[in-house]
């Protein structure tokens, strides 16, 4: 069965430090999301992309939090610096594209800033 | 803004009881997920209602969709220790030509055996 398939499982780091996540999606599905899960909460969106274009990244902290998908596929998303607030489980997750309303979600990275 | 209200936000039961679990909004989604997420996991897709008044069975588990759109249900018969989980609903709205999905802050399910 495919599955979304995300690295690291667990990630651990100091403030100020750089931070950066991967993820595949199921193949062929062409819209991929980044979803933050603060413990106690339900997952955010933080960007969406569609193909290799970014279509919402209204709720990422641009100022330290980016985004790419460079070939349409896998996307990695990085923390530069992080900081203490950004310890949360990062989801990613897949659909098979425009009109798609089922997600896929990979068993996510949990992130602890010191 | 939560726009997904979740209750309760924490059930504890006793294995061979039921429960229901609640998702409500003031708005109008075009459709409705329910997701169990495990600690420690990503959250797995149980059902999605996308039909007024739409009811699934999934074994044990039953899920209605409100008539209006904007509320939903899942009710647990003869729960089971392997029910326990974070119970998730998330509302579709389509924005732009994908869906958004927005997540309300789930109903943490213990069931002691």
């Known amino acids: 069965e495919a599955e979304v398939a995300q690295s690291p499982r667990y990630k651990i780091t100091e403030k100020s430090q750089a931070v950066a996540f991967w993820c595949d999606p199921i193949s062929g599905h062409a819209t991929l999301y980044w979803y933050r899960q603060i413990l106690g909460q339900g997952p955010e969106l933080l960007v969406q992309f569609q193909d290799e274009s970014v279509v919402d990244d209204s709720q990422l902290p641009k100022d330290r939090f980016s985004a790419e998908r460079l070939k349409g596929v896998d996307s990695t998303l990085k923390i530069q610096p992080a900081e203490l607030g950004d310890s949360a489980m990062y989801l990613c997750?897949?659909?098979?594209?425009?009109?798609?309303?089922?997600?896929?979600f990979g068993p996510g990275t949990r992130l602890l800033v010191l | 803004t939560q726009l997904l209200e979740q209750s309760p936000q924490f059930l504890s039961i006793q294995e061979g009881e039921n429960l229901t679990v609640y998702c409500n909004s003031s708005s109008v989604f075009s459709s409705l997920q329910w997701y169990r997420q495990e600690p420690g996991e990503g959250p797995v897709l149980l059902v999605t209602v996308v039909t007024g008044g739409e009811v699934k069975k999934l074994k044990r588990l039953t899920f209605q969709f409100g008539d209006a759109r904007k509320d939903s249900s899942l009710h647990i018969t003869a729960a089971q220790p392997g029910d326990t989980g974070l119970y998730l609903c998330?509302?579709?709205?389509?924005?732009?030509?994908?869906?958004?999905?927005?997540f309300g802050k789930g109903t943490l399910l213990t069931v002691n055996p």
């Open positions: 997750a897949s659909s098979s594209g425009q009109g798609a309303i089922t997600q896929y």
């Open positions: 998330a509302g579709a709205r389509l924005g732009g030509s994908n869906y958004k999905l927005t």
